[in-house]
């Protein structure tokens, strides 16, 4: 963490994919929600979509349209399940993937639940210059996903190099 650094608050929306949560049992989203008030970051929006790809790919699309949203974190639908279909509703629309986000997910995940992190489909990506981390549905996954990985990248001060400063450079040509 550079001291010579201001942090740079930045607008992020939360998707909670579930066909069964709703406000009051949104777990994972409350969870992202504080982790990221609490960073110092700022609520865009925040919504539940049920497990359609469709309607997640039509909720983010409206995010990354927006310029007023920097970050998308999407939380559930990453199993492998029937309805399970984040992966698939936002790799679409990525311009870029970020390999080393699911990698190092599942690798940090293996330590607290072993070979079942190998069930996680995470997915991250640039789209329109908004970045988008795709979540499991779990609260430790959030809370891990955030504080292991995340919350670094999405601060200014983190060095040797983060994902805010690379922000004015995302929709060169």
């Not at 989203?29 to 008030?37: A, H, I, Y």
């Not at 279909?85 to 936002?90: C, L, N, Q, R, S």
């Not at 990248?153 to 060169?172: A, F, S």
């Amino acid at each position: 963490m550079s001291e010579q650094r201001t942090f740079i608050p930045l607008n992020i929306a939360i998707m909670t994919v579930s066909d069964t949560r709703v406000e009051e049992t949104d777990k994972s989203g409350d969870k992202l929600k504080d982790m990221l008030e609490k960073a110092g970051h700022r609520l865009a929006d925040k919504t539940i979509v049920p497990d359609d790809i469709y309607k997640i790919r039509s909720t983010a699309s409206g995010w990354i349209a927006n310029p007023d949203v920097q970050v998308v974190i999407t939380t559930g639908g990453t199993g492998l399940t029937g309805r399970d279909g984040t992966p698939e509703a936002i790799t679409p629309l990525l311009d870029k993937i970020i390999d080393g986000f699911g990698e190092m997910f599942r690798m940090l995940s293996y330590e607290t639940i072993g070979t079942s992190t190998l069930q996680s489909r995470t997915v991250a990506g640039v789209a329109n210059g908004t970045f988008i981390f795709c979540l499991p549905g779990s609260t430790g996954a959030c809370k891990d996903g955030w504080s292991k990985l995340i919350s670094a990248q999405l601060d200014y001060r983190t060095q040797p190099c983060n994902l805010v400063e690379l922000m004015p450079r995302l929709l060169e040509n």
